[in-house]
C-alpha cells in the first residue's frame, strides 16, 4: 500500500490535467450519474477515497477521506470537507451517513473485502462503488503493463462477498471494463430466543 499511497501523493498535482481526456471526462460524467440516480443529491454522503474532490463538489452534505495527504489538501482547497483515512478503517461511528461510496479506489485496495465491510457499517441505506471487471480491456492493458497494486473481479464474486456483508445489490451498470454498483443495506436479522 505505500507504494499506491506514495504515487498518488506525487500525482496529486498532475491529477486534474490528467482527468481531462476524452476517457477519464466520460467515465467520470457515467459515474457521476450513476451516483446521483441512485443516491440523490440531497443525501449525506462520505466519499471513500475522494481525489481531489471531484464528486463530493455536487452533494451538499458531505465528507471524504483519503490516504493520500497531497489530495486532501486539494480537496480542502476547494472548500469541500475532507480528511486523511484509512478506507479498511473508517473513523466514523456506524449509520454514520446515508451512504458511502467510492470510485476507482476498490482495485487498489489489497484489503477490499475490509474496505466495502466499513463502507456498510457507516452507511445508514447502502453503498456504492465500481470495479475492474475479469476478462475486460483494462485486465489486459493492466496485464501488459506495470502498474501500482490493481485487481480484477468477477460479478459473482463481487456479488456473495456483498451478500456476507448484508448488502443487496439493487442497480449495475458496465462501461468498459468497469461495472459500477448500487447496494442497499440489509438489516441483521436477530436470532430467536427458544423457550
Given at each position: 500500500m505505500n507504494a499506491v499511497?506514495?504515487?498518488?501523493?506525487?500525482?496529486?498535482?498532475?491529477?486534474?490535467?490528467?482527468?481531462?481526456?476524452?476517457?477519464?471526462l466520460k467515465l467520470n460524467r457515467i459515474q457521476l450519474e450513476f451516483l446521483i440516480d441512485n443516491v440523490g443529491l440531497e443525501s449525506e454522503v462520505l466519499d471513500v477515497g475522494c481525489g481531489n474532490g471531484d464528486f463530493l463538489k455536487h452533494f451538499s452534505n458531505s465528507c471524504g477521506i483519503d490516504f493520500s495527504e497531497e489530495m486532501v489538501a486539494i480537496t480542502k482547497n476547494h472548500n469541500?470537507?475532507?480528511?486523511?483515512?484509512?478506507?479498511?478503517?473508517?473513523?466514523?461511528?456506524?449509520?454514520?451517513?446515508?451512504?458511502?461510496?467510492?470510485?476507482?479506489v476498490f482495485a487498489h485496495v489489497p484489503n477490499c473485502e475490509r474496505m466495502l465491510s466499513e463502507m456498510v457499517r457507516v452507511s445508514r441505506k447502502g453503498i456504492v462503488f465500481d470495479f475492474y471487471k475479469e476478462l475486460s480491456p483494462k485486465t489486459i492493458k493492466d496485464s501488459l503493463t506495470k502498474t501500482t497494486y490493481l485487481r480484477h473481479d468477477s460479478f459473482n464474486s463481487i456479488k456473495f462477498l456483498l451478500k456476507d456483508l448484508n448488502a443487496e445489490i439493487k442497480t449495475t451498470k458496465e462501461h468498459k471494463g468497469y461495472f459500477m454498483v448500487y447496494a442497499i443495506k440489509q438489516q441483521r436479522k436477530e436470532a430467536k430466543n427458544e423457550f
Open positions: 499511497k506514495e504515487y498518488y501523493n506525487k500525482y496529486a498535482c498532475h491529477y486534474n490535467s490528467s482527468r481531462k481526456t476524452k476517457h477519464f469541500l470537507n475532507a480528511c486523511i483515512g484509512d478506507a479498511t478503517n473508517l473513523a466514523f461511528d456506524d449509520n454514520s451517513f446515508d451512504y458511502a461510496f467510492s470510485f476507482k
